[in-house]
């Protein structure tokens, strides 16, 4: 594995997200995101996806809760108005180097904020990094995915928030062929260090609340055990 080749890829998917948040204002719809981060994906010299021809999944308002397969889904052309959540997941493909990276968008007052002022966006965004944070400290090379599973799910379950993943997973292994992926689910038993790349992807719910948070990143084991953000 060229693990630069994969970082260059993921840089392009993280420019791509630093990018679309200025182009999200009260008249965007899924639609008009999604093919904004088509163009900008274009522009860095991206043109294909590895996710069944759906380089940007883009989910707002109560769809922000919805967990459906690629292979299903066709973006809204509802307008995020005044206040909303949008979550964007991006999955483009370089030859056979994938990337794969989401986040969360918060629209206050018509505006795009990365950082927003409401308390319920402000504490979704924290439970997001929290979970990334505690998923470090815990993981090594010889946990399995079905452990991190768990201690991921019992992590969200504490924090007040659901998983809301239609496959109940947390991530899954950065591979060639999407067949070949390893799920971060309760029936892999396989060691994390036995693949080069997996993300981690937790998509919550408030347990009260009706908004769906996401935050994704691919992570990798260096030479002395440590994982690492790619």
Known sequence: MNLEEYRHVQSIAKNVHENLQYSINSESTEYSIAEKAKELLAELGIFDTWYHEV???VLLGSRSCLSISGKSYQPSTEKVGDSNLVTVDLSPMLGNIWGDCARSYFIEGGECKTLPASLEFQQGYSVEQKLHLRMKTFVKPTTLFSELF?????????????????????????????????FIDKNCHEQLGNVQLFTFEPH????????????????FFDSKGNVVEL
């Open 150 to 182: 768990e201690f991921g799910n019992q992590q969200i379950d504490e924090l007040g928030y659901a998983n809301l993943d239609f496959l109940n997973n947390l991530g899954h292994s950065i591979e060639v062929k999407t067949e070949n992926r390893r």
């Open 204 to 219: 919550i719910k408030k347990k009260d609340g009706c908004w769906g948070f996401k935050h994704e990143n691919i992570y």
């Open 55 to 57: 380089p940007a999944f």
